[in-house]
């Protein structure tokens, strides 16, 4: 299990099955003893930053041998280097085709002019998904006269740091096409901005997903995005958090999953339905 790549620090079993515990209940992130290599890479840095000389040690100043707001902060730095914040603009486009297309229709025959549409991205990383959402609405042409509200949350504050500036480089456009590209952002020293009228819709803010109150995202929400977050977690996790994202959906809401999470083996009170050629899961009304 252990790799020799952190110099002497060496992950032993018992200190990973301490370290996968703590971490799985605060975050949600699985590791298996065939994972464990990773937790040991990427920890390492912090057991040295502490001059400690084990991964036991650096156990008790996550758990007890510092004070609290000590050990939070050392948590949030787990964190950071644990969690996987890969994402771009217009990522599963398929998806977000059908919101514009089907839902965003359906909800605005549904509604009063002028009513309110939220959305909120769950586990948004650096903005690219609540930022695509905004352009999907945008270009809906629907919503003009709407009050739009998208939610972006994650744990991870370097994430929303960059969300909240919604400055980025290349990667992030690897699947935006040149129109968009130029309508929707505006140069700035070699990267990019969103503009100032997507940027409107979309407020971000801290969220752990595993043990915040969600009620933080201020009322129910017409759709839900969480992709690509819950594969990092196991079954029963899955299942929790399904069930609290539903308690925040409004009657007739869906919940958009990336395309690699299925909730197949789960019970939870969402219905599978179709929405145009997608599969989604519904709150039932
Ligand atoms: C791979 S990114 C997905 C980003 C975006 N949803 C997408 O599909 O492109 C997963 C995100 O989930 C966040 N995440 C993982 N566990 C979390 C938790 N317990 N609470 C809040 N966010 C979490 C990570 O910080 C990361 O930004």
């Known amino acids: 299990m252990p790799s020799p790549s952190s110099g002497a620090l060496v992950l032993d079993p018992q200190a990973f099955e301490l370290l996968r515990k703590l971490i799985q209940a605060r ?14 890479r990427r920890l390492a840095q912090r057991v040295m930053a502490h001059g400690l000389s084990s991964f036991f040690d650096y156990y008790l100043l996550l758990t007890e041998s510092q004070p609290a707001a000590l050990r939070e902060r050392e948590l949030t730095e787990v964190f950071e280097l644990l969690s996987t914040r890969e994402t771009y603009f217009f990522r599963e486009s398929y998806q977000l085709e059908v919101f514009r297309e089907v839902l965003l229709p359906q909800l605005y025959k549904q509604r009063p002019r002028g009513s309110t549409l939220s959305v909120w991205s769950a586990g948004c990383a650096s903005g690219e998904e609540p930022y695509s959402i905004a352009v999907e609405i945008i270009e809906s042409g629907l919503f003009d006269s709407w009050q739009v509200r998208i939610i972006g949350t994650d744990l991870s504050r370097q994430a929303l740091h960059t969300a909240s500036h919604g400055v980025y480089g ?19 020293t070699g990267r990019w901005q969103v503009s100032d009228a997507v940027r409107r819709l979309c407020t971000f803010q801290t969220l752990n997903l595993v043990r915040d109150d969600f009620r933080a995202i201020g009322g129910p929400v017409d759709a839900i995005f969480c992709r690509n977050v819950i594969i990092y977690f196991d079954r029963s996790e899955r299942g929790k958090l399904v069930s609290r994202l539903a308690e925040q959906l409004a009657p007739g809401g869906y919940l958009f999953l990336g395309h690699a999470e299925s909730l197949l083996d789960i019970t939870t009170p969402l219905e599978i339905a179709h929405l145009g050629r997608e599969l989604v899961y519904r709150k039932p009304r």
């Open 27 to 40: 975050f949600g992130l699985v590791y298996t003893p065939e994972t464990a290599y990773l937790l040991e």
């Open 170 to 188: 290349p990667s992030s456009f690897r699947q935006t096409d040149a129109s968009r590209h130029s309508r929707h952002f505006r140069p700035l």
